[in-house]
């Protein structure tokens, strides 16, 4: 194993033990009990007819999945979609068909005790068109009319709206719109195996479907051996008195460039309420969390801030592309569900956001006449964004390959003196040919030769995508 595949091995363990999680009243759901109380303030039951079979656990608004098996002489309830993993990919599919008016067919597993994990989701304005940002903005917690990038020489106010989404509200809203629709949600039920149409937990429990759904998040490793990786820290900081900031810093890389392409993200949820986070674009899978706590708390006082208290922690480290040959959905095995989401390939290949593309593919899916069309679905996003994920991985190469990471921040200030629009459809995935001849032409940034960067990018491009 190469040593970026040890470090990517190590990662998600890193993130299970800094996890700190939102609370909001949720339930463990033991397979040998009868379970009706509340989650997020929604009444709901809990059936489990013996061991070793189909679960079955819906709204007290939706007695009719209660349907029986008389062959087997068991009780069970095949759904229509069958989703595992209720973060933000898979739960927004469930929300897509819910407001579609087809919740009551949806089963969504989630080992977590809670839906949505601990998480802020961003997004830009334009990352979305009306019908995306309907789906969300029940979900959207803060919304700033405009947003902020600051470099050593150069800073910037984009006039494009910016909008977040807490996993606490996530989890809040959708739980109440799928007890509503009447549909399934497995809490604290780890999926073990995952065919087309079947599902097996790993306490033996079977779920069945008409289609499965693999939203499981990204896996410890891209299939590929060469990745870099986006690590970061974030602290969501209660203040004493006001703090200086009064729209998202969406970068502030005026901090020491140590590890990568280093900067500081701030969202000032109220004057008194900041997410401050340490981000780092890095050739590694390390983290000193707590070094990285201390650069925050330190750049806070920097600006200003005073502490009261640190309200939550959320750590985040994720592979970035280098050398996949394609999107992940579109090497799907015969036999496998269709991927989404982060595992899917679905997200940005340079900011390793999925945000904007997990609110296409819920759309797509909801859209599909049948459960039996999600596949196509799914293919047919997977095929638009491919030629966004080929030109990210390519950046991605110029940057981990070419640029020493102290100069990394360079390409990026460079960019952001690009036209807004050009910015604009560059987060949303929407670049157009003139946008990647935008951002690639011109004098290569400072200290860096175009000798290195058509080798790394280029050469490496040809005998991998060919
Ligand atoms: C800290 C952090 C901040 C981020 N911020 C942004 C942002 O601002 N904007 C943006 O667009 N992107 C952001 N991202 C990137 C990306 O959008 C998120 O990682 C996003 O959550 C990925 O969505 P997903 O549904 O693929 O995975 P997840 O949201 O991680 O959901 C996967 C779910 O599957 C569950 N699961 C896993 N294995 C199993 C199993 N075997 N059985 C059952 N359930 C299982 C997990 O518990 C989890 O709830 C961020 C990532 C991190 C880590």
């Given at each position: 194993m190469n040593t970026n595949s040890q470090q990517a091995n190590e990662w998600a363990d890193l993130m299970a033990s800094n996890g700190v999680r939102d609370g909001i009243d949720s339930v463990g759901l033991s397979p040998m009990t009868n379970f009706t109380g509340n989650i997020g303030g929604v009444e709901v039951s809990m059936l489990h007819h013996g061991s070793n079979e189909e679960l079955e656990w819906g709204s007290r608004a939706a007695p009719e999945w209660r349907q029986s098996d008389p062959e087997r002489n068991e009780l069970y309830s095949p759904a229509k979609h069958v989703i595992l993993g209720g973060g933000l990919a898979g739960g927004l599919i469930a929300l897509a068909l819910a407001k579609q008016g087809r919740g009551a067919g949806v089963a969504l597993i989630e080992s977590d005790q809670q839906l949505g994990g601990n998480h802020t989701w961003s997004f830009h304005d334009t990352d979305l068109d009306d019908e995306g940002f309907d789906l969300v903005a029940e979900l959207v917690a803060h919304r700033w009319p405009r947003h902020q990038v600051r470099f050593p020489a150069y800073s910037r106010i984009i006039e494009t709206g910016y909008s977040s989404i807490s996993s606490e509200r996530f989890a809040r809203v959708l739980t109440n719109r799928l007890s509503a629709a009447g549909a399934r949600v497995y809490l604290g039920k780890r999926v073990s195996t995952a065919g087309t149409s079947i599902v097996r937990l790993e306490d033996e429990t079977v779920v069945r479907g008409d289609v499965v759904i693999d939203a499981?998040?990204?896996?410890?490793?891209?299939?590929?051996?060469r990745v870099g990786f986006q690590k970061f820290v974030g602290l969501e900081l209660e203040l004493t008195c006001d703090g200086p900031w009064t729209m998202p810093l969406m970068m502030d890389a005026t901090v020491a460039q140590v590890d990568g392409y280093r900067f500081t993200y701030v969202l000032p949820f109220s004057p008194r309420r900041v997410l401050i986070e340490d981000t780092v674009y890095s050739d590694n899978a390390s983290i000193d969390v707590e070094e990285c706590v201390r650069g925050i708390l330190n750049y806070a006082a920097r600006n200003g801030a005073e502490v009261a208290r640190i309200v939550r922690r959320e750590v985040g480290v994720l592979p970035l592309p280098i050398?996949?040959?394609?999107?992940v959905s579109l090497r799907a095995l015969p036999g496998s569900p269709p991927c989404v989401g982060y595992r899917g390939?679905?997200?940005?290949?340079?900011?390793?956001?999925s945000l904007p593309i997990a609110v296409r593919v819920a759309l797509a899916i909801a859209a599909a006449a049948t459960p039996a069309d999600t596949r196509d679905a799914v293919a047919a996003t997977a095929r638009t964004i491919e030629p966004q994920h080929r030109f990210g991985r390519f950046l991605n190469r110029l940057m981990?390959?070419?640029?020493?990471p102290a100069s990394r921040w360079k390409a990026f200030e460079r960019f952001y003196r690009l036209p807004e629009a050009t910015i604009a459809r560059f987060y949303a995935s929407r670049s157009t040919w003139r946008d990647r001849a935008r951002v690639l032409l011109g004098r290569p940034p400072a200290g860096i030769a175009w000798s290195r960067l058509l080798g790394a990018g280029f050469f490496q491009s040809s005998r991998n995508e060919s």
């Open positions: 499981r998040g990204p896996k410890r490793t891209l299939d590929e051996d050398e996949a040959p394609r999107c390939g679905f997200f940005h290949a340079v900011t390793g956001y981990f390959a070419a640029m020493p």
